[in-house]
């Protein structure tokens, strides 16, 4: 029955995929499911922690709205998640408006159930993984999978980045700012709460790909949330409230430094790595399509020389040129 259901997958026209799984609904007599399959193309660019499965299976018992686990199969490697109808929350909120009041609730209702979990119920750890409460260790981890990134692509992307405004050691201006983070009891993250990653129905939020769960510091997840949803700032000022109120006192401890240091790191990440994806998706691209990855990339970029100290004055055609031998060829 489930390699039938992966075949049917394969076969599909019809699939939602992010930067690292394809996931396609497929009906059966006993309901649809979601078939969830890697893309073995795809480049790292985040930390990766955990198995989903494994993620998934040590959340079930603290986190109510997050896919059920049906199966998952080694070779050929794919996962069945029972199938949540509903609407991507991006598809009628993009990035950058205002959500449904909701929403905010849901969010820090999971955040709170993560921290919930004892660190004797996660998954295992790797050796290098910092100790519990070690936020500055967590925070280089975090910086050095950057660093690795940019290392990586520096050479093909010399001249974009330089036109670009990327430093030649972007992470310079935060990497001594590390050891200064408070120490702060450790939680699961699910380190990638976004837009595309909530389904909204009868006015529940569900939230999907755990592919990134972290055992890491509950200020960077708030800070990464708030990078990657682009609230208005009514609304990034209540969620970062109820934060402090609802989660348990450690958690959020320490003073607004430490969360701005986090989202400068998230804006460093964005300009290096978008620039990346985005130049390998600009080949395909329709016109339409071109100008929306265009200013969404400008805005990343300029977000990230506010950082560097730089202007944030980068407009869409100098994108556009220093992207340019990607997308022509």
């Known amino acids: 029955m489930w390699r039938e259901l992966y075949e049917r997958a394969v076969g599909s026209d019809e699939a939602a995929a992010g930067y690292y799984n394809?996931?396609?609904g497929v009906p059966?007599?006993?309901?649809k499911v979601n078939v969830r399959i890697p893309l073995t193309a795809a480049d790292t660019m985040d930390v990766r922690l955990w198995r989903e499965e494994d993620v998934l299976t040590c959340i079930r018992p603290y986190v109510v709205r997050a896919p059920q686990l049906r199966h998952v199969c080694e070779a050929p490697r794919f996962q069945v998640h029972h199938f949540i109808e509903g609407r991507v929350l991006d598809s009628f909120f993009p990035r950058g408006s205002a959500v449904p009041r909701h929403v905010l609730d849901d969010v820090v209702t999971l955040m709170e159930q993560l921290t919930r979990i004892p660190q004797e119920?996660?998954?295992?750890?790797?050796?290098?993984?910092?100790?519990?409460?070690?936020?500055?260790?967590f925070g280089h981890l975090l910086a050095d999978l950057t660093q690795r990134v940019h290392a990586a692509h520096v050479e093909e992307y010399h001249e974009a980045f330089a036109r670009l405004g990327v430093p030649a050691d972007p992470l310079a201006v935060v990497r001594p700012l590390w050891d200064t983070l408070t120490a702060r009891p450790f939680a699961v993250l699910h380190a990638d709460l976004h837009r595309k990653n909530m389904i909204v129905t009868d006015d529940t939020t569900w939230f999907l790909d755990w592919e990134l769960a972290l055992w890491g510091d509950p200020m960077y997840e708030i800070g990464i949330h708030f990078h990657k949803m682009d609230y208005p700032d009514e609304q990034r000022a209540a969620v970062f409230r109820q934060w402090r109120e609802r989660l348990p006192q450690g958690s959020t401890f320490g003073p607004p430094a430490d969360l701005d240091l986090y989202m400068a790191h998230e804006k460093i990440k964005s300009a290096i790595v978008d620039t990346v994806r985005y130049s390998k998706q600009l080949v395909t691209a329709s016109q339409p399509g071109r100008e929306f990855l265009v200013g969404r990339l400008s805005k990343k970029v300029n977000a990230a020389r506010r950082v560097w100290g730089l202007p944030p004055d980068l407009t869409p055609g100098q994108v556009t040129s220093a992207l340019t031998p990607w997308w022509k060829g």
Do not use: M, Y
């Open 22 to 24: 394809r996931n396609v």
């Open 28 to 31: 059966t007599p006993e309901g």
């Open 121 to 137: 119920k996660i998954p295992a750890l790797p050796g290098h993984w910092p100790a519990p409460g070690d936020s500055g260790g």
